[in-house]
C-alpha cells in the first residue's frame, strides 16, 4: 500500500525554524522524484520545491528561494524540508507528493501525482 506521512509541524514565531519530514512506503522511493505542496487558508495548492531520486536535481518556487532546503535520505525513505527564516506567509498545511513516473520535472499541479500524504500544519506567529 502505497502511503505518504508527513510531521515536524507545529507552531513557530516569524524568524523561526523548522524541518518537516515525509516517510514513505509501498513504492520504489529512492526511483521517485518527490515534491512539497502547501494550502494556505482560504488559498490554493502550491507547489514548493522538487528533489529528483539521486538528489542531484532539486528546484523551489521563488516564494521559498533561499530559505527553504529540500532533501531526502533514500535510505530511510524519507523526505525533509528545512524552512528557515519563517514568515507569516508560510503559514500552511504542508504536503508531500511522489511524482508520477512519466511526468515532466517538477510538476505543479496535483494530478501529476501518484502518492499524497495527510499534510501537516505549520503555522508561524508574528
Known amino acids: 500500500q502505497v502511503q505518504l506521512v508527513e510531521s515536524g509541524g507545529g507552531l513557530v514565531q516569524t524568524g523561526g525554524s523548522l524541518r518537516l519530514s515525509c516517510t514513505a512506503s509501498g513504492f520504489g522511493f529512492r526511483t521517485t522524484a518527490m515534491s512539497w505542496f502547501r494550502q494556505a487558508p482560504g488559498k490554493g495548492l502550491e507547489w514548493v520545491s522538487t528533489?529528483?531520486?539521486?538528489?542531484?536535481?532539486?528546484d523551489y518556487s521563488d516564494s521559498v528561494k533561499g530559505r527553504f532546503t529540500i532533501s531526502r535520505d533514500n535510505a530511510k525513505k524519507t523526505l525533509y524540508l528545512q524552512m528557515n527564516s519563517l514568515k507569516a506567509d508560510d503559514t500552511a498545511v504542508y504536503y508531500c507528493?511522489?511524482?508520477?513516473?512519466?511526468?515532466?520535472?517538477?510538476?505543479?499541479?496535483?494530478?501529476?501525482?501518484?502518492?499524497w500524504g495527510q499534510g501537516t500544519q505549520v503555522t508561524v506567529s508574528s
Open positions: 507528493g511522489g511524482v508520477r513516473r512519466g511526468s515532466m520535472w517538477a510538476p505543479e499541479t496535483r494530478a501529476d501525482y501518484d502518492s
Open positions: 528533489i529528483s531520486g539521486s538528489s542531484v536535481s532539486a
